[in-house]
């Protein structure tokens, strides 16, 4: 498995378990949480490294604009 497909994972299941335990939403994500984590598996499908990614806090180029970067941070730092 790729990296990026290894992210895309691992990041909705982040949010996953942020919205389980903050929004209390058990099968599905709600609105709020489904829109963040399609952004983010977007942001991932287009990133420019490719398989070769680096982490996010690592990464030069920042893609996420203000809102999501502060929204994917908080459920990141929750899981």
Known sequence: ???IAYEKRTVSYMISLYCRKNHRYTDE???DCQQL???ALQRLTKCPFGDNKPACKDCRVHCYNF???EKIRTAM???
């Open 77 to 79: 730092r929750y899981a």
């Open 37 to 39: 984590n399609s952004y």
């Open 29 to 31: 994500l709600c609105d």
């Open 1 to 3: 498995m790729g990296n």
């Open 67 to 69: 809102e999501m970067r």
